[in-house]
């Protein structure tokens, strides 16, 4: 049995929702949600008025999203310029860098006069509208003027962490055909540099890279870096021939803002496209609600901007808001296991959202370097990227908050564009664990393997069952893969991909992937990417990847290779193999555990099992279900007796 906390005892009182405030904009948006998205636009600046508000099919053979179709905008005027006139002096984004010594105030003004430039110099680099342009980024505040900067001139952008390897680097330029990238000499995180002009050099020697024309490099470390004369740009010298002026371009409110690429299940992964109205809308309601965010207060959110947390609660929702956000370059523990709260109290920092495995790695350290800071200005703390296990909730309540700070566990994904399912705080009862409830216009429900819907307290397969403004739009370039991905397994509604719980008090509580996707430290990351990784290996014949349970990153990798015949086994292999995939997708990918199997589990019909493979990773081979259908049922005794993790 979880604690219940009943959090209107503990925030202030003057939350911007209460529970029946939540409750009756609740039952409003979901009976007349045309009505209640309608109200909702004006949260951000329209330059035509729309008079639609919103056109969708979920039937798979007709299926369209649109919303504020008729209105134009313009998303990083919304986010830039319409302050100007009350908080041009107010501070935008704090900066702290990896070196503690390092940091930056940018004001309103001068993210404005950044942005104007930033956008003349892809104007000048040839840049027009509807144009893919790709960022590979450190966690600098030039990442996100660069963000803004697309958005001022109608650029598309698709930021690729900096984290991912050239190849996988290159299969996202060409897949959406970038002529840009923008990157930087070298990131710098824990003190450790990140080469990403030579990771951006090896991909465009890459050969399915044909449309890269320019590389604009930002001036980070100073590192010395290989120069192509006539592809490549120093930002800081383009800088100083442009003005300040740079007009923002009008979009439709259909028009693309981003391309995000996320696993799924298969191999490749998808270009998820948003667009530019419906996203923006949501992105900053989201954004002051679940966050409570009012004028002046410090948030930060540490995610990278390299993943939607970035693009919505770093970037667009908090500066449509006219938030101070807070970007971080550094990561948890450097230099110590104080660093968070550390930055908590340098900053002042009221609202801090940040995820489970980086909560859960900070726990291992005890309490003691939470308790020599002070927290004093934390008041909303938050959870995002992979369920919270109670244990680490509770570390994070009691020790990071003091009791004091309800938490914020917020659901959603890539695709949906923002959070859907989350506590309120003053609004919503917390519980250790579940997301709770649906916020505004959000329609979740529970169906079975057969797509019915299940009623009250239930487990099954989260489907939401009507659009909402942030939704993703479509994947770039097969639209088709959009309409088999989520709307085929349940006719007429979005499949999720996850399975989720409802109690009896109508709270959600989300059980994980239901698909063969991984979630690593938060990250997603698909079993079939990493298995075509494997076998690209020479002497790897055949690989099976699942996740198993794992202390700090929730869920590890765990691969089952078979090799070419001939190839002997041997740990130096084992090193080469993660060695290997670290450099076709990125260290993100690199298995945990390698199992040598002679041979994998099929069915008959050749179709491994998996079932029997993940029992087997997690150490729970006792129970493993029907072998029966198995070809050859005797390669389960063998997987049992060399498996690797074993409690
Ligand atoms: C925002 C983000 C999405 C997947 C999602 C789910 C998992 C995210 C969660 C959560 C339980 C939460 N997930 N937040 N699971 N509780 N609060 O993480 O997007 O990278 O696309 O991942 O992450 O499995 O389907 P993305």
Known sequence: MSTIYDVKAEVAADTLLDKAGYEAMYRDSVADNEGFWKKQAAIVDWIKPFSKVKDVSFAREDLHIRWYYDGTLNACYNCVDRHLATKADDVAIIWEGDDPQRDLKITYRELHKRVCRFANVLKKLGAKKGDRITLYMPMIPEAAVAMLACARIGAVHSVVFGGFSPDALAGRIHDCESNIVITADEGLRGAKKIPLKASVDAAAAHESVTTLEKVLVVRNTGADIEWDAGRDHWLHEMEAEVDDDCPCEEMSAEDPLFILYTSGSTGKPKGVLHTTGGYLVYAALTHKYVFDYKPGDVYWCTADVGWVTGHSYIVYGPLANGAITLMFEGVPNYPSASRFWEVCDKHQVNICYTAPTAIRALMREGDAPVKKTSRASLRLLGSVGEPINPEAWEWYYHVVGDERCPIVDTWWQTETGGILISPLPGATALKPGSATRPLFGIQPAIVDSEGVELEGAAEGNLVISDSWPGQMRTVYGDHQRFVDTYF??????????????????????????????????????????????????????????????????????????????????????RSELVKWVRKEIGPIAAPDLIQWAPSLPKTRSGKIMRRILRKVAEDEFGNLGDTSTLADPGVVQDLIDNRMNRS
């Open 488 to 573: 085929a397994t349940f006719p007429g509604r979005y499949f999720t991909g996850d399975g989720a719980r409802r109690d009896k008090d109508g709270d959600y509580w989300i059980t994980g992937r239901v698909d063969d996707v991984l979630n690593v430290s938060g990250h997603r990351m698909g079993t079939a990417e990493v298995e075509s990784a494997l076998v690209a290996h020479p002497q790897v014949a055949e690989a099976a990847v699942v996740g198993y349970p794992h202390d700090i990153k929730g869920q590890g990798i765990y691969a089952y290779v078979t090799l070419m015949d001939g190839v002997a086994s041997s740990d130096d292999l």
